[in-house]
Every structure is written in C-alpha cells, then in structure tokens.
Nanobody, 115 residues
Framework: QVQLVESGGGLVRPGGSLRLACAAS?????????MSWYRQAPGKERDPVAL????????HYADAVKGRFTISRQNAKNLVFLEMKDLKPEDTGVYYC???????WGRGTQVTVSS
C-alpha cells in the first residue's frame, strides 16, 4: 500500500523558514516518479507549488515561491523535501506531497505564517 507522510509544518513568523519532508513507503518505483508539493490555503483550491523530476535533475516552481522555496529529494531514502525561506503570511496553508500525475497524496502538514 502506497503511503506518503508529510512532516515539518508549524507556526513561523514572517521572514522565517521551514523545511518540509515527505516520506514515501509501499512502492519500489519512487526513483522513477516525478514528485510534487501542493498547498491549499483556507477557502481556496489546492494549487501546485513545486515539482522535481525523478532523478532530481529538473525542478519547477510556482511564480509565487520562486527564489524562496527549494524542492529536493533523496531517492535512496524515498524522501522529498521542500525548503521554504522568507515565508510570508500568504504562504499559510496545508502542504501536500504527491506522486506527480497520480492519485497518491499525503494527508498534508499545516504551515502557518503569522506574527
């Protein structure tokens, strides 16, 4: 059974940083899959934030987070990360990990940016 478990969320002040992690289990093909992070702000739709290709060679970011967020992965440990810096109140939301292009999602981790 495929499982994605996010961690690392929390409450942070504007300008602060957080590092999210997503641990994948139940699959032997992790290193063949592109992985992505999404976020859902209160009352809004779930939107893509970042994507990383299977070998980590290419990354893509939403315009709102370019230059502040960095996605990375460790295929040997079935892990994906989202490093977030210079956080803003509008970054608040639930952050989800996804095996890109599939119906496999994690349950999310809450990020709140507030003073």
């Amino acid at each position: 059974q495929v499982q994605l478990v996010e961690s690392g969320g929390g409450l942070v002040r504007p300008g602060g940083s957080l590092r999210l992690a997503c641990a994948a289990s139940g699959l032997t093909t992790f290193s063949f899959n592109d992985m992505s992070w999404y976020r859902q702000a209160p009352g809004k739709e779930r939107d893509p934030v970042a994507l990383i290709t299977s070998n980590g060679g290419n990354t893509h970011y939403a315009d709102a987070v370019k230059g502040r967020f960095t996605i990375s992965r460790q295929n040997a440990k079935n892990l994906v990360f989202l490093e977030m810096k210079d956080l803003k109140p509008e970054d608040t939301g639930v952050y989800y990990c996804r095996i890109h292009g599939t119906s496999f999602w994690g349950r999310g981790t809450q990020v709140t940016v507030s003073s």
